[in-house]
């Protein structure tokens, strides 16, 4: 049986995946446990709508047979079990879960719209993948929870019901990460202990912004959150959580997720691209990168269209690397799309090739008096003021020069990075 949860907190606090918590608490009621990792699934990244970073749950529970590893703590263990049955009495599970979400979502905030779903049968994975990368409309979850014959309720306008049908409908055909969050108040962490974890755990990542000096794992908003640890072994988030060692964790769970898989990325020709998609284009560098108010960046991309790109302040130094570009590189620009104006929000660039460029640093030298000679104008050559002489626009002393680029990939720092884009280290990881 699988259960999924979007949309019950605010701006002000609370957090959905702390929410996993109390549900897992009424479905003690029904002697139900989890039957396989708790979920955390990012959803479209550029939807106006969201909170924060457009997360939802997902959990799949059953009637519990025998124990496999240990995933969280919250007065007790939680275990992932094997199911021995799915005979669920679902609407009474239901009812429950919806006083669950009634008492604990933030319900008087404005754009808390809370969905809850319960159901025996998964939707399809489309559901999920036109979740993470398009807009979803209200009736068409609704008919495909009716398809599947799904239990759910959504509160106010409901549209969280999107997120919670999508959160199930994810499967990890192609590719997974984890996170092991922890819960409590006031917890510390030094960022010496975080450096530490960062170098003992490899198969972590995005913890620490070196570069910025930004500590990432911990949040920097309101909420129950202490920390979330990424990585790609659920082990070693184990052994990082007993690095960090916080004492006042009060539950801690190890989320399976599709943070830092790129899922949200399609590859596109300008021409036809979408505003709040997020796309992968390859073309040239059409205009030369500028500085506009803010210390923000603009260039534009085109294939046989154009798109401006932007490149925001917070990138800090990712900065450099797009203020090196010169029209004619070859580029693939990986990024969402903002609506007004139509802009490419770049999270990373990888670069195929680069232009050669050549500089003038001097005008030619006068054949008769050596002294340098005076441009005529553009393509026109020179003539010298003394002499009157003129010679051709090759005879300038022109240098190539050496670009700051490689034909790599570089990617936002980490104190800029999205949840759902795949950082380099786990594309190296991968390959
Ligand atoms: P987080 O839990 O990380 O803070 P969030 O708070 O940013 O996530 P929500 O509060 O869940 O995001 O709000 C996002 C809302 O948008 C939810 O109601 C969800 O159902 C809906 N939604 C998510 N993806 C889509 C989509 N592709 N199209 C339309 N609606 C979507």
Not at 73 to 86: L, Q
Not at 319 to 327: E, F, K
Request: aromatic residues 8%; positive net charge.
């Amino acid at each position: 049986m699988w259960i999924g949860v979007d949309d019950t907190d605010s701006r002000k606090g609370m957090c959905t995946t702390y929410l996993v918590g109390d549900i897992l608490k009424e479905l003690w009621n029904y002697g139900l446990e989890l039957t396989g990792y708790p979920r955390l699934i990012r959803l479209n990244p550029n939807i106006p709508w969201k909170t924060r970073g457009n997360g939802a749950v997902a959990l799949e529970v059953g009637i519990p047979n025998k124990k496999l590893e240990k995933i969280g703590w919250m007065e007790k263990n939680i275990y992932r079990c094997t199911a021995k049955s799915d005979s669920i009495d679902f609407e009474k599970v239901t009812e429950g879960l919806k006083g669950v979400i009634q008492e604990n979502a933030e319900l008087d905030a404005e754009g808390t719209n809370p969905g809850l779903v319960v159901t025996q049968k998964k939707p399809p994975y489309g559901v999920y993948a036109k979740t993470v990368k398009e807009i979803v409309t209200l009736k068409e979850t609704r008919e495909i929870l009716d398809m599947v014959g799904a239990h759910s309720f959504g509160f106010k306008n409901g549209r969280g019901l999107i997120g919670a049908t999508a959160a199930v409908a994810w499967r990890p055909y192609t590719d997974k990460t984890y996170e092991l969050l922890a819960y409590g108040k006031n917890g510390k962490i030094s960022r010496e202990t975080i450096i530490r974890m960062d170098s003992c755990c490899p198969s972590t990542f995005d913890n620490y912004d070196y570069e910025n000096r930004h500590i990432q794992i911990m949040p920097h908003a309101p909420g129950p959150v202490i920390y979330g640890v990424r990585g790609d072994n659920e082990k070693e988030l184990k052994k990082a959580m007993h690095m960090l060692h916080v004492p006042e964790v009060q539950r801690w769970f190890l989320f399976e997720t599709n943070q830092g898989t790129d899922d949200h990325l399609q590859k596109k020709k300008i021409g036809d691209i979408h505003p709040y998609e997020s796309v992968s284009v390859t073309g040239y560098v059409a205009s030369l990168p500028q500085t506009i108010t803010g210390g923000h960046l603009i260039f534009s991309l085109e294939d046989t269209e154009k798109i401006d790109c932007a490149c925001y302040e917070p990138t800090k130094k990712f900065r450099n690397v797009i203020r090196s570009l010169y029209p004619g590189d070859k580029i693939t620009v990986y990024g969402g799309i903002r609506k007004h104006p139509i802009t490419l929000n770049i999270e990373k660039i990888q670069i195929h090739e680069l232009v050669t460029i050549h500089s003038k640093v001097a005008n030619p030298l006068c054949p008769l008096c050596k002294r340098h000679m005076k441009s005529i104008g553009k393509n026109d050559g020179y003539r010298c003021r003394r002499c009157g002489i003129k010679t051709g626009e090759e005879k300038a002393k022109i240098v190539k020069i050496k670009r700051k680029l490689r034909p790599i990939f570089y990617e936002v720092p980490v104190v800029a990075r999205r949840h759902l884009a795949k950082p380099l280290k786990r594309m190296q990881n991968l390959s």
